[in-house]
C-alpha cells in the first residue's frame, strides 16, 4: 500500500485540491448535490467535543499524505504543512459566504492530523511492521 501511494503522489495532490475546494466553497457542496440545499451539511456520525466530519476528513488526507511521502524531510514538512493547512482553512470560514469559523471544526480539523501523526510515531518506535 505504501508503494502504491509514494508511486502515486498525484492521488494525495488531488485530494489536497478537492479538500481545499470544498473547503472554501460557499456552503456545502455535498449538501447541494445530495439535498439540493448548500445550507445543509451532511453528517456522517454526531459530533462530541469536536466536529467529526472534520475529523475523518483530515486523518483520511494525514494518513494517505504519511503513506505518500516516506523520507524524514518528507514527513516532516507534511506535519508542517497538514497543520497549517487546518488552521489555515478554518479561519478562512471567517471570510467565506454561508460558512463560519467554529472551534469545534478547527480542533477536529487538528485532532484528525496529530491522531495519524502519533500512531506514525507509535508505528515508527515500536516497528510494527517491520
Not at 24 to 29: D, K, N, Q, R, V
Not at 102 to 125: A, C, E, H, R, T
Request: no cysteine.
Amino acid at each position: 500500500m505504501i508503494k502504491f501511494f509514494s508511486n502515486n503522489k498525484i492521488i494525495f495532490y488531488f485530494l489536497n485540491f478537492s479538500l481545499i475546494f470544498l473547503y472554501l466553497f460557499p456552503g456545502s457542496l455535498i449538501g447541494q448535490i445530495i439535498y439540493n440545499n448548500k445550507k445543509i451539511q451532511p453528517q456522517i456520525t454526531p459530533d462530541f467535543i469536536i466536529s467529526s466530519n472534520h475529523f475523518y476528513i483530515f486523518f483520511l488526507i494525514s494518513l494517505i499524505g504519511f503513506l505518500t511521502f516516506i523520507k524524514l524531510n518528507q514527513i516532516k514538512h507534511l506535519m508542517i504543512y497538514l497543520i497549517t493547512l487546518s488552521i489555515i482553512l478554518e479561519f478562512l470560514h471567517l471570510f467565506v459566504p454561508e460558512r463560519s469559523f467554529q472551534w469545534s471544526d478547527l480542533f477536529g480539523n487538528l485532532i484528525g492530523v496529530i491522531v495519524v501523526i502519533l500512531i506514525k510515531n507509535l508505528i515508527n518506535k515500536y516497528g510494527v511492521f517491520k
